[in-house]
């Protein structure tokens, strides 16, 4: 097979991957299996999980603990980042979705104490964390269900006075160009340095961002480049970017995404761009999406019935 094919064959294996929110699922380590709530004689087994999960309004009253993985699972003890701080806002309070395990929390609270040295920035808009008791979304996303993902707007934090009504109305704005091959006017150093900081932070896994603004940030890093291979390039994702945290030490419920490959990642972002610019020829042969079956409580991990109790 041609290199230009097998990177269109990679391309568009990850696509049919991706998940609503243009994130790709985790892949759970092959040597985890969690028994599954299944047909244990739940009343509730059969029901979607997002409508369980979404109806939610508070956290469930129990240590902090995560169980499952990234796309199939649920938060009991959540921590609720609170809705503003020295240097953050949490936005579209509607939804409340700003609860998190709370290594997520502490981890956005030092971020944005970071992001607020930076020119122009007075800290983060923070965008979704998880659901109180996490588990699958009604809208949005597919991911987030554990409470180590958070959604951190690229829109400089520039006021952080903003009304709860100006946080459901205001957007973020986009960084890219050519669909993502490249930056735009909008990126700033500051861009670079905010996201260097987070994957510069031993508790996260990965950084899905646009690809454009990985190659960017290739092009401009200097001295060690170690941080740069959390920095994964993935669909969509110009509004913000999305981090996601390791399992914490000791959360033997917890299924980690398989590591990102070795290395720095700029040639595989560089090879993303590359096929935005010259896009190949579809394949004929390639299989077509299936759709996907609902999640019922009963594929979750059989702790979460007891965190929703």
């Known amino acids: 097979m041609k290199l230009r094919q097998l990177a269109t064959a990679v391309v568009l294996g990850l696509g049919l991957a991706a998940c609503s929110d243009g994130t790709p699922q985790s892949q759970q380590t092959a040597s985890v299996i969690l028994p599954t709530i299944g047909t244990s004689g739940h009343t509730k087994s059969k029901q979607p999980a997002r409508q369980l999960f979404g109806a939610e309004t508070s956290g469930s009253p129990s240590a902090p603990a995560p169980f499952g993985s990234y796309a199939k699972g649920c938060l009991a003890g959540s921590e609720r980042l609170a809705e503003s701080g020295p240097t953050w806002q949490a936005m579209r309070l509607s939804r409340n979705r700003n609860w998190a395990h709370p290594e997520t929390?502490?981890?956005?609270?030092?971020?944005?104490?970071?992001?607020a040295r930076?020119?122009?920035?007075?800290?983060?808009?923070?965008?979704?964390?998880?659901?109180?008791?996490?588990?699958?979304?009604?809208?949005?996303?597919?991911?987030?269900?554990?409470?180590?993902?958070?959604?951190?707007?690229?829109?400089?934090?520039?006021?952080?006075?903003?009304?709860a009504a100006q946080r459901e109305s205001?957007?973020?704005?986009?960084?890219?160009?050519?669909?993502?091959?490249?930056?735009?006017?909008?990126?700033?150093?500051?861009h670079h340095e905010i996201l260097k900081?987070?994957?510069?932070?031993?508790?996260?896994?990965?950084?899905?961002?646009?690809?454009?603004?990985?190659?960017?940030?290739?092009?401009?890093?200097?001295?060690?480049?170690?941080?740069?291979?959390?920095?994964?390039?993935?669909?969509?994702?110009?509004?913000?970017?999305?981090v996601r945290l390791s399992c914490p030490a000791g959360a033997k419920g917890c299924v980690n995404?398989?590591?990102?490959?070795?290395?720095?990642?700029?040639?595989?972002?560089?090879?993303?761009?590359?096929?935005?610019?010259?896009?190949?020829?579809?394949?004929?042969?390639?299989?077509?999406?299936?759709?996907?079956?609902?999640?019922?409580?009963?594929?979750?991990?059989?702790?979460?019935?007891?965190?929703?109790?």
């Open 105 to 115: 929390v502490d981890f956005v609270r030092r971020l944005s104490a970071k992001a």
């Open 118 to 163: 930076q020119p122009g920035w007075n800290g983060l808009y923070v965008g979704d964390l998880s659901q109180p008791r996490g588990g699958p979304m009604l809208t949005g996303h597919a991911s987030h269900q554990i409470g180590l993902d958070a959604d951190i707007w690229l829109r400089p934090a520039d006021n952080l006075s903003l009304s």
């Open 170 to 190: 205001i957007s973020s704005i986009s960084m890219r160009r050519n669909k993502g091959a490249f930056v735009n006017e909008n990126w700033t150093p500051a």
């Open 197 to 242: 900081a987070a994957a510069s932070d031993p508790r996260v896994a990965r950084i899905f961002i646009f690809p454009g603004a990985k190659v960017q940030m290739c092009k401009d890093a200097k001295g060690d480049r170690s941080w740069l291979r959390k920095i994964r390039p993935w669909y969509g994702h110009h509004y913000h970017f999305h």
């Open 257 to 309: 995404q398989n590591p990102p490959p070795a290395g720095d990642g700029c040639a595989d972002a560089q090879a993303w761009v590359n096929n935005i610019l010259n896009p190949p020829p579809p394949d004929p042969n390639a299989p077509k999406p299936k759709p996907k079956r609902e999640i019922l409580l009963a594929d979750l991990p059989q702790q979460c019935a007891a965190v929703l109790q």
